[in-house]
T-cell receptor
């Protein structure tokens, strides 16, 4: 079974608005990563947050992690057409070296 | 260019045939994994390796074999292809499990 579950499954917003995606997971983690996938392409690593961190920023991306709620959020500010893609969270645990992905959120930026 | 190279990009197999999907990386990464991606299912881990000579099973290992004789290469073998193995396969590598992955561009496999 997959560790992470993204919410919502799909999201459409106007260009310039902020987009927020959430990821919930089931067991304790070492780290949580966010990836982007453009249609038909491989995944691109966006940002990694470790279990002892609460927030990280990278450009227009902001990731938060709440280990007590077993959840993370990815905020993309001032969205652009090029942000149209699927976004996945992936988790790594203390128990083994597996990195497990969720099912993803499809983001569509409307012009 | 440095990165993860997957071959072939497309493949059609008949049920029962075997084949090997190739994956090579030139970044000296110790950690490599194979995932399959199906519509609505996200990415599911097939097998992974933490270094040469070491492999382990992921979420969906049945029907697949792997080996890791060198740091650079991590081939995925389909023993007897089934239509349920129709999918897009991605290879990924990183310098450790807790670091971000570099992904290959994928192999689109159809089993008829």
């Amino acid at each position: 079974s997959q560790q992470g579950e993204e919410d919502p499954q799909a999201l459409s917003i106007q260009e310039g608005e902020n987009a927020t995606m959430n990821c919930s997971y089931k067991t304790s983690i070492n780290n949580l990563q966010w990836y982007r996938q453009n249609s038909g392409r491989g995944l691109v690593h966006l940002i990694l947050i470790r279990s002892n961190e609460r927030e990280k920023h990278s450009g227009r991306l902001r990731v938060t992690l709440d280990t007590s709620k077993k959840s993370s959020s990815l905020l993309i500010t001032a969205s652009r057409a090029a942000d149209t893609a699927s976004y996945f969270c992936a988790t790594g645990t203390n128990r083994d070296d597996k990195i497990i992905f969720g099912k993803g959120t499809r983001l569509h930026i409307l012009p | 260019n440095a990165g993860v190279t997957q071959t072939p990009k497309f493949q059609v197999l008949k049920t029962g045939q075997s084949m090997t999907l190739q994956c090579a990386q030139d970044m000296n990464h110790e950690y490599m994994s194979w995932y399959r991606q199906d519509p609505g299912m996200g990415l599911r881990l097939i097998h992974y390796s933490v270094g040469a000579g070491i492999t382990d099973q992921g979420e969906v290992p049945n029907g697949y074999n792997v080996s890791r004789s060198t740091t650079e290469d991590f081939p995925l073998r389909l023993l007897s292809a089934a239509p349920s193995q129709t999918s897009v396969y991605f290879c990924a590598s990183s310098w450790e499990p807790g670091a971000g992955y570099t992904f290959g561009s994928g192999t689109r496999l159809t089993v008829v």
